[in-house]
């Protein structure tokens, strides 16, 4: 059975740092293509960045420069490094496949950035 665990999310100051991780129980893990998330209050789910299966990454323009998305196949895991956090990074934020077809979502982690 699929399952993803996202965890180092928290309370930053604006300005601030945070490491995201999700450990994924899939067989094959190298051969997909992961991505990250994030749902807002109030908004839909957006995909903020991905990376390939290959290393390739993409990034929506709003977390470009500031948001790095790296992956460890030996351990099955996906990072996201968050720099420069703004308040509209504020969001549950959640990783799985970086296509259109998912695996079931695991719980998220909490990112909140006030003073």
């Known amino acids: 059975q699929v399952q993803l665990v996202e965890s180092g999310g928290g309370l930053v100051q604006p300005g601030g740092s945070l490491k995201l991780s999700c450990v994924a129980s899939?067989?094959?893990?190298?051969?997909?293509?992961m991505g990250w998330y994030r749902q807002a209050p109030g908004k839909q789910r957006e995909l903020v960045a991905v990376?390939?299966?290959?290393?390739?990454?993409n990034y929506v323009d709003s977390v470009k420069g500031r948001f790095t998305i790296s992956r460890d196949n030996d351990k099955n895991t996906v990072y996201l490094q968050m720099n420069s956090l703004k308040p509209e990074d504020t969001a549950v934020y959640f990783c799985?496949?970086?296509?259109?077809?998912?695996?079931?979502w695991g719980q998220g982690t909490q990112v909140t950035v006030s003073s």
């Open positions: 799985n496949r970086g296509t259109t077809e998912v695996f079931p």
């Open positions: 990376i390939r299966a290959e290393g390739l990454t």
């Open positions: 899939i067989d094959m893990f190298s051969f997909y293509h």
